[in-house]
Structure formats: structure tokens, C-alpha cells
């Protein structure tokens, strides 16, 4: 179920495959931002044409499709081919917002944030608020559902977004095959719930590349695993089939790493906040798949001063996180939503009390991410390069997802290595986010 008040867009995509490869990267990335998509020209907010200029006959179509657009909603956006002929496109249709060529999926992205902005709101947006900057060309965020069968007490997405709707495997399947294809390396699995993924279809059989398969996380999984590039897993609730998906981790099929947004410690806390409260079993089955898959990252995020929460579950909270030893954590203090249920709980905490608990667990868990960091030292990676410079470069490792991790930074420059590369290194040292590292 889409959101009732996102931003829509309508797209038209004309011309050959490359050009439907485009399109699909562009919707990918509007979906991924919150803007959903219009069916009709009226009902949406903004129009994008993806054009084709190979012959005169696609240059006419492509004219004619601006100039129905421009009739029906008025507010349209240029790309694709007969984008170089930027001057004839303006001289018929004056109106057209932006002119962008082909393969310029980011101009188009610029423009569409320029003109139809989607505004970035924490508690329902899946891709960070950095990451309403563009993802360079070489990841990307795949959405896999909409929705939440949840009702955590902090949380209105499922007001906002409804009850979990999956896409079908192979509609997924297909969007990462193109992304892919358009020169995307890491796909950034996203979604409200991923473990859930296909709980609504019941699993359904779908057809994806003629074989039949079913809408289920381990088998998502497994087939994204056979494409060349990295899959990243965010969202993942520890729930036991995400046992299955470590050994395709160990195996290096997917990454091993996983992003568990887990809240808390205290099971009193997570039942107040209505979330699966068995602590220790998330405990046990963290140590279990670390015998199975020693490299595994582990990144949650965790929610402090929730209203009811004592100094005791606090103290719960923090030898929870001492346990569990997690690499990578995001806090928050408690803030409460417009909607949320969790709004009317008895016992809210001093704002004081928030910021000083919220201090204190950062400073233990800045201390096991240093300890984690200085353990990488002497190791050799593969790491995916984000930015080359004239004397460094920003890279990633397996444990680090773009935007809210650390990076990997490399000593040097070379002129045959480009955004999207692989390149081994050994890691050389270490400061409180980022590993430092040489090539190898
Ligand atoms: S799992 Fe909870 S926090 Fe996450 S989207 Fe669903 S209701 Fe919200």
C-alpha cells in the first residue's frame, strides 16, 4: 500500500531496452525516496518523459509524448536520448520544466528534487536522510515490500503505509537483474520488515528467468546471491529463519552482515514498546550465527529514555549491548511521534534524563566499536570504492553500509580506479568510525 500523501510521479518511457533500464533505475530510486507512482497523467504531481531520438519517427513520438504531457498535467521533465537536442525540445513545448540527456539518471533525480522536493521524515523513510543526496551509480536501494504487519507503540508507519504488501520475487528479481545490468554493485535490501518479506503472499510461487520459485527471504536471497555485485541486508528482525540466511553469508553469497534494528534490552521496555521481548534468545542466536560466520557485522539501532524506562532497565539495556558486542549502532533519545501510542504511556522521561542516558550509551558503545575496529587491523579486504582523489580514496568494506557506517580510507590515487571498482587492501589502522587501509 503506498502512502496517500507522497509526492507522484508519472513516468512515460519510450524507446529500446537501455532506455527501459534507465527508466528502471529512475523509478527505483523515486520509490526508494517516498515519491510514489502515478498510473495517470492527472492524478500526478509531476511528469517524467524518458525519451528516444534514434529516428525520426522516435523523434516525433517522443515530441508528441512531451506535448500530451504537457497538456494533461503541465509540469514535465525531460530525459533520455532526444535529451541532446535540448533546443528543438524547447522550441516546440516552452513549458517543459527540465531537459536532461540519456543515462543522466541523477540530473533527472536533481530535477525532480528541485521541483517536486520529497520531503525526508525519519520515522517513515527507509533510505537515511543522507541519502536523499543521490546513490552514486554503483549501489542501490531495493525495496522489496511496503508496510508493516507490526504495531510497535513509537511507530505510525503502519497508519501511514498499511499492512505488509510484498512485491512478487520476480518483480524484485527483475528490477535487480537491471540495476545490475545499469552498473549497480551493491544492492541495498530494504523494506519496514524484511524478514517478513512474502508473509502477505503466503510465500507465493512466482516465475522469475522461467523457473519457479517462492516469494521467501532466504530464497530472495539465495538468487541475489548468483548476480555480480554485493547484497546487502538491512531490517532484518532476528526472527529463526534468519538462521538461513547465514550460511549463504559464510559462503559469501551475500554479505555478511546484517542491520537489526532491535530498541532495546529490557523486556519490559521492548513489551511497552510492543516488540518480540525475548532478549536472551536474540543473545543466544547472535553468538550461534558468529560460530557460523565469524565475519559477520552486526549493526542495530536502539531507542533510550522510552516512557516507563527505569535506571534499572537502562542498566539492562547497556550490559545487553556489552553482550551482544554489536559492530555498528545508532541511537536515539526518545522522541514522541504525532500518532504514535506510545504518545499516551504513563511515565514519560525528562528530557535531562534522555541525554544523559543517551551519553552514557554511546560511550560504552564507542568503546566496543573501537575495540571491533582495532581488531581489523593486519586484515586483508575487498572493499568497494565510493570516491577516488588525487591522493586517497573512499572505499567500503563488507561491514560497512553506505550513509550510516564507517568507510574505508586508502592511502594513494590510482588513475585506472574508478567509483564502483573492487580493490583488495590491508586494513593499517584505525580512528573512532573508519578504518585506514593500503592497497594490496
Ligand atoms: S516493525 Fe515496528 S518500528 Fe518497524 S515499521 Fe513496523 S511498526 Fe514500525
Known sequence: MSDQNAAKIGFVSLGCPKNLVDS???LTQLRAEGYSLSPSYEDADLVIVNTCGFIDAAVEESLDAIGEAIDA????????CLGKRADEIRETHPRVLEVTGA???EEVMQAVHKHQPAPHDPFTSLVPPQGIKLTPKHYAYLKISEGCNHRCSFCIIPGLRGDLVSRPIGEVLTEAERLVESGVRELLVVSQDTSAYGVDLKYRMDIANGKPLDTRLRTLARELGQLPAWVRMHYVYPYPHVDDLIPMMAEGLILPYLDMPLQHGSESVLRAMKRPAATEKVLDRIKRWR??????????TFIVGFPGETED????????VQEAN?????AFAYSPVEGATANDLPNQIPEEIKQDRLQRFMEIQAEISRNKLAGQVGREMIVLV?????DHMIARGPGD???VDGQVIIHGGWDDVVPGDFIEVQVSGYDEHDLFAEPK
Request: glycine fraction near 6%; aromatic fraction near 6%.
Open 73 to 80: 498535467n503541465g509540469r514535465v521533465i525531460v530525459t533520455g
Open 313 to 320: 532497565d537502562f542498566d539492562q539495556l547497556l550490559e545487553f
Open 386 to 390: 565510493d570516491e577516488v582523489h588525487d
Open 326 to 330: 554489536l559492530d555498528r549502532v545508532g
Open 103 to 105: 543515462h543522466a539518471y
Open 291 to 300: 560460530e557460523m560466520c565469524p565475519d559477520l557485522t552486526l549493526r542495530s
Open 401 to 403: 553500509a553506505p550513509e
Open 24 to 26: 528502471e533505475r529512475i
